[in-house]
Structures are given as C-alpha cells and as structure tokens.
C-alpha cells in the first residue's frame, strides 16, 4: 500500500525554483509530522525540513535554511517542499517521509530526483 506518493523532481539550472509535491493518505497526513530528506550520489539520506500536524515545530538543515520552505495542504492531504535558488549540491533522490511518533522519520515515499546543473 503506497501512503507517500512524491512528485515535482527534474531537471533545473542553478538559481531556478522547483517546488516537490507528496500526496499523502488521509491517515498519515491527519495523524504523523511530515518533512523531507534527500539522498545525494555516495552520501548518507538527510532529513532537510520537517513540519508538525498544526504547521508547526518546522526545522529545515543550515544549507538550506533561508531557500527552501515546506508547507502542509490539509484540502488535499499534501506536503511541498518549495525550493528556491538551487545550488548543484542540491542535486539528490528527495524522499517524502512521515513519524506517527513525533520522533525519527521511519515511513518514505518512493523518491523523486532533483538534478540542479551549474
């Protein structure tokens, strides 16, 4: 049963916006705090921002702090991720991900790649 469904990755220059979409069951967006992680080519998976059930308790990483912004749609049970001014490091698999605790992510959707060129 897929419950995150992730959308919105390509191919961008940097300094473009791209903005990442993750549909969500009801159950999940009603119940767990959602954020996003990305995995880069040999590098560890990071979560890069999160946000609580009521829009609140939202965290982003340093290196993205000030560019990206994550916002609930409770009409249509999705999670964004607006991502402004991309850098090539940003370049990654980005993961929708969900905790029914409040704790450690540990439900992921399937990924969508981003590739920012120079």
């Known amino acids: 049963q897929v419950q995150l469904v992730e959308s919105g990755g390509g191919l961008v220059q940097a300094g473009d916006s791209l903005r990442l979409s993750c549909a969500a069951s009801?159950?999940?967006?009603?119940?767990?705090?959602m954020g996003w992680a990305r995995q880069a080519p040999g590098k560890d998976r990071e979560i890069v921002a999160g946000i609580g059930l009521s829009d609140d308790n939202i965290f982003y990483i340093d290196s993205v702090q000030g560019r990206f912004i994550i916002s609930r749609d409770g009409d249509k049970n999705t999670v964004y991720l607006q991502m402004n001014n991309v850098k090539p490091e940003d370049t990654a698999v980005y993961y929708c991900?969900?905790?029914?605790?409040?704790?450690?992510?540990?439900?992921w959707g399937q990924g969508t790649q981003v590739t920012v060129s120079s």
């Open positions: 991900a969900a905790s029914e605790s409040g704790g450690l992510f540990d439900t």
């Open positions: 009801e159950r999940i967006f009603r119940n767990y705090k």
